[in-house]
């Protein structure tokens, strides 16, 4: 069974073969910020947005979240979609809730509209790390002991911070407020579960995402917790305070795809990012490319396979679908909208467009790690087509993720 995670070592040799660039700047991540660029309002997110804007809360959307907190027997009648599927997807994202949850009446939710801030107060003397490139070492084998699954670490960047964080009580804005000396973020990707994926969309896959989120939380305080132990500011974020893509792909975790979504040499689509906003001085990782952006020129899984036709199969441009989509970036952009409103109506968040991407796959096998080389080749339409006959993509029966009687 392949859970996403695996053996680490041979996950380590789908890295091993891919050349990193050196060019750190905005060409070299693959990024085109236009003259027109604005910096994005938290408030303008989808999510931030279901709670107050009539353009897309609805009854609908106030049941999909109270599906989160009642996982009873009639939500829907289809398979994967009862009462056992949501009362373990809601378990997975208990840890991450429990966060979220500790301050509400101070108006905070901890990871995904503030930063985590369930942290003790650190040494007041610093210890001495050695170079940057020796801190990076320790930093990045104390994450991989914590749990976490990928590590980058890339340089501050003040245009992917949020103008503004969503206050929940308000319905409006408030401060993003981030101390100016920060000059290093380090990115953390954890893989999600690709049996549960597998199953999307229904209530049991959304599990992935649950414990995604909870193992992100956990990884994020336990790093940041021991940054501040040796006496440097270590500030923990999940989708709070600013855009965690643009670092990924910085950090050298992946490549950006059609779908909105990091592609990761280790985990395809299946992972989720946090970050932690430091001074602690750190070398910088390097973007990596491995041929996902050719291989999305001509892969169109993704745009065919979304329930809610929010993915356009066009070629990148500014064009916006809504103010949830950035502006003066020129990329693949999805419609948040559609996305939100299908989830809305399924009661549960989809991943459909993880499970069809012919990225997402178990890399410990030599087979899939022979398949992402041919991908970054000139025969990637080949891959493309091998990963359609062996059945890449297809949806797993989520009676089939339960153990039989
Ligand atoms: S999560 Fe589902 S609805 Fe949203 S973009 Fe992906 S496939 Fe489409
Ligand atoms: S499904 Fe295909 S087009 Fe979509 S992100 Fe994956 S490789 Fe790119």
Redesign the pocket.
Known sequence: MHTGRGDAAKRARTRALIPVSADSSDAGCGFCVGDDFERFSQVDDVFSRSRFDPEIHSDKADRFYSTYRRPLADWRAAKGFQQNDYAFRNATWHVADVFAEMYEDDDRRDGFLDPLSMLREGATERHEMGTPERAAQLLKHAAAAAGADLVGVTAYDHRWTYTERFSVQTGGAKPNDLPEDLDNVIVIGQAMDSTLIDTAPSALSGAATGMGYSHDAVVLLTLAQYIRNLGYQAIPSMNDTALAIPYAIKAGLGEY???G?V?TPEFG?SVRFGKIFTDLPLVHDHPIRFG?KE??EI?????K?CPSKA?PDAAPSTDRHNKSNLVGVKKWSIDGEKCFNYWSKINSDCSV?VR????TRDYTRRRNRAWQRLAASPLRRLALWIDRRQGGGERHQTEDWWPAG
């Open positions: 795809g059609k779908h979504l592609i689509t996902v291989m999305c892969c169109n899984a993704c745009s396979g993915i467009c069809v991407c012919p990225y």
